[in-house]
């Protein structure tokens, strides 16, 4: 069974894992305050130029947005994102948990627009009875978005705009930065999302490391006492140096964008393959997810071999199924998916 | 530098990077649900006896003690604890981040005694305004305590008495369990405890895993969608069979029991050389932590070549410090130490 | 100038007032443990005809829900609420702030509909990776709603059933239900609504009391240790027994059915005689609120002598206004504001 | 039956029940946006001497501590009390349900000593891991004390200095202010007590208001968004004008420290009374509550008519019992207890 149900159901890179065993007998400080993490921070920061940025390494997403917005935010503010967003749908209210409201905007493919979060912002700043309501205080963006796509240097920035304008902190959730980055249409580099956003992550799950998020404050000062909000959420790493080994690992000669690279070049081949055999494409996604519209009966075809995911119904007896590609996977493999499609589709239009 | 700071400054047992390496490039399905967990599941049930426990993995130790607290409490109760436990003193405030207050109680050598919690019990029981208190309703303890000490059969089923006369859950944080159990004068089994106590951990992190807790809730049904929370708080790993694989290792024949007994074994080697040496133990501590007295002069020799911790000042000049022994450390770095120690007293002794 | 702007502008109705004076210096037990909060509560359960149920009494709205929500819920639960309800929109993400999320519907004309409803407790339910999602755990409605609008027997019946398939709470915010009971086109009794939900409130801030809102629990037993989480959470009145003071003056003999037949009636006035001069109503309110379409021109000429509210843009150069009667409103009032109205048509017309 | 029972056990005085029926029909805004409480506002800044003092009326006194402190500190950030404070053990664990720690000190007859804080605020900043423990974010003190004792100028002004040099603010709740202005042995006029903090409160429950406190920021913009918060709590009174209608009957001619005033010398003649009839106190209380001890058969005898409070067991068959007094007394109730206190002593000497 080969396996697109998504981008960390395998371990680590090799290279991971040798410096994990590599590292292992040696005594190291706890708690992310050791060498080894020290320079991964350097790494990153110069990955991204900014030679001055606050980074912390936690171990998962969610775990890592809810105490990044809970550090920002004041108890009667919320934090602003797309509908889809993955704190609004798929973190179990983590940040109604931290006591903040996520307010929600309708997002076409899955990105916030800028003139939507002024719209809101500026119709808070008029209302008269303001204090009824939620106060916005933070913009939540994640890039690549839940369907896959990217943002653009010119819609981050007008974001960004709007952010500096009513004085409250962008946030980019980075969990798949890598494919964004990677990815056709993409038009910006590490530093220039770094510079359009005040805070971001840099996401290791999903692209060669165990587990791993970079928490990244652009500015120095931006946030305070953000270890003793770790350590209280359970979210500081007893043996932190595991985050930093593997940071660094990736960092050091920019393992990280060619993992990401290959998850996206794959990704590209399966969906150019899916649309060579007639399959229709649910999102323009150029990232490393593939959203395909296929018949009951193809799924079930491909269900023996591979596995991948139900996103949601279609109409016409179709439904839409997500595959995702990661260093893991490989061109045989996509190969061999699509031979399969190609069938499933050849029977399917028999029938 | 040898390292006495604290057992987990080092990555794990190499069995455990070999069975990472060997799974490392299976998919596996995420979030705790794949055959591996539950193979580590099934092996922790029969270690404890309990065959139908409800098991849970998570990455550490703060986060397991504040979820399970969360998952039990109400908000209006609180959670009975030593003054000197580690949820009262050493998580930032977790339990009260989730809105409920630590009850603590005195508690010689690190115990909290059944008769004092039951006092507690009975008093707010009695109370006409108990609605203007918090109501307790959960007991905490740890085994070891943070003083290293342990608690007997008979202390341990006194509270599990107290708790059950006054319908609460008794909770027993074991990350440092395999000490308790290899430590002289502890008079329980694993199964023993498994059964005086309502929800308990095993601790990964301090005894050969890179990290990881299990908790374990003996009676199925005790808790209800443990895994929503456990979502919420950000402490469900991805790749949780990452866990999974770990607590399979050390509990497949018994490595985590042999594990804990080297390290215990250590500690008596350690404490005896030091009182060979004249020196003064602070606390009685059968696992693997040593309290010693050392003069200012005898910690600054000691320091050069070894790393261990400052606890706390202790009159006529003197200090308490602790060292800790592991899985990692070996009979050379002990005898070492005592030599040094030993040289140490003697030029002391000179001045 | 008089005022329209909402239920809440004046004090109490006069009976209130004297009760007060008259109990002022009788010493009496603080908390709501008085025998004038008892007979209070005796009145309130023959009214609704629930012989067992446990009443609570609040001093205000947003108090008084998101405690009941509270006491209700787990924290990773969510209530279901139309996307206008009070809680969604005017409550300062209070429920939020207690770690829940509102899990809101698209709800026309304010109500929530019981297939809406279930759909989302159905899909829920066969979601996979559900504890990824907010577990719905309550179903908040108010009557009559935010729009003025009114469930019938039939619509509260069909919420009941869903929430008992699923089997979690129906709680019925009655901020106003004094006007819902009085309404045109309600079907229900005050037993039949107590009976058609599991928790509900009587609210008597908006009908006759300086403040002052019961929370009653339909079934003894359903919620436990509600006193502890009202002192909790600020909303345990020292002098208690100045709620039920209040409740029992209005239960005693009807006054506060009185009241809020008064108030609705007024209103339907209100609405006719804006009809009959030309003007268009926003929504069919059955109760004491009125949303009316005006033009900025005449919306000027009346703000002179009259206090209204802006409710919300409506194209074509008008905007919809509310306009709120009370018991404190007098038919004299209506009329001249009805005659100032028709002169603002006619010289709206003019021009 | 005359009550000892507590300050709040009767309604408001009589003018504050005439100034409410004076207003009652007049429209007013809601929320505390009104021109009545505006002028409470204005007459407190000039009784306090801080002209540019922000001033928030609520309910009540927990909510009042819980908003307060939840406005000020982080997450991550606690409360020093003293352990014997309010919010240490009366309000059901308000501050912990807020995600904050209280942290305790040991109080000698109830009052926090600044060299104990300091000592507090310095170990943690010299503590090398202080983010695996709570931040002490803000100090809370109450005057007069839980004990009724009343801090000195000195003792207060060192507090201040302690919250000054480590840039926290210092708190204090005034719940029975009144009565601490009022004490034989205070040194300090309201203007100074505001000065020696950075925010307090000015309770009106205990003191002839119907309910009402007073929280005063003396700095301008030392609190943000302090409205929202409000709301969000359920703490903003809809009909808000009633507190500040209260507020400024009390403080538009100094009714308020004349009724604590009488409060106080009430309590005088009761204590030397007490005294005089050979009973012992157990402690110097110098405000409006007297706690005295009896013997059982003491107790017994005065139950009769008289409501007071068991305060602790004392030894030797005697306990402590609370007797507070109030604007409601009178030197005749007074003297009657007094009466009866010395036939239960002569009683009581003859058996």
Known sequence: MISFLNDYSEGAHPEVLRALSEHNFISTPGYGEDPVTEEARSLLRKAADL??????FLVGG?????ACIASLLRPWEGVISAETGHIAQHETGAVEASGHKVLTLP???GKLRAEDVREVLAAHRANEIREHTVKPGMIYVSDPTELGTVYTGAELSALHGTAREFGIPLYLDGARLGAALAAKGNDMTLPEIARNVDVFTVGGTKNGMLFGEALVFSTPGFVRDFRYLEKQRGAMLAKGWLLGLQFRTLFADGLYFR???KAVRLAERLSAGFRESGYELFVESPTNQVFVLLSDGE????RGKY???????AGEGKSVYRFVTSFARTEEEIDALL???ADAKTRSDAQ
């Open 51 to 56: 030679p001055d940025a606050e980074i912390h």
């Open 62 to 66: 969610t775990q890592t947005n809810s």
């Open 107 to 109: 997002a076409p493919e």
């Open 259 to 261: 993992l990401a690279e």
């Open 299 to 302: 799924a079930r075809y491909l």
């Open 307 to 313: 596995a991948f995911e139900f996103w949601e119904k």
């Open 339 to 341: 031979g399969d499609a």
